[in-house]
């Protein structure tokens, strides 16, 4: 595997909070903590954002992709609300995750918890090509949840 450099910074106040790390040798995403001051308390339905205390600067070609965490979704219906959020290579502020609990009970995040993944990957950016036609395809113009939509479907 290859490696990509990024600068990171620990904003003041948070040289507590430990750096994003993979978990496992051939784990995809680094796992954000929590950088609150106070437990922060999300009700049933509830939402807020997280700061991570951390700020990063992505090579160009590169984003970071802020996605939720498995066990915490499983465990307690806690999910990251606009997954995946998208940190640009050009963006310098605080890495926030937006949570969000879905789950029936009150979670409490706690400073240091792990609390979401983010995962580095290259962009592909694209040059419109304006045509009068597209070309066809097996699937056509099927609607949103067409394919594979058969008698069985």
Known sequence: MSEVAVAVTR??????????RYETAQSAGLDLAAAVAAAVVLAPGGRA?????????LPPGYEAQIRPRSGLAARNGVTVLN???TVDADYRGEIKVVLANLGHEPFAVERGMRIAQMVVAPV???????????PDSARGGGGFGSTGAGPAG
């Open 11 to 20: 904003l003041p106040g948070n040289d507590d909070i430990a750096l994003p």
């Open 49 to 57: 954002a997280i700061p991570t205390g951390l700020a990063i600067a």
């Open 83 to 85: 997954a995946p959020g």
């Open 124 to 134: 592909t950016r694209i040059g419109w090509d304006e045509v009068d036609a597209l």
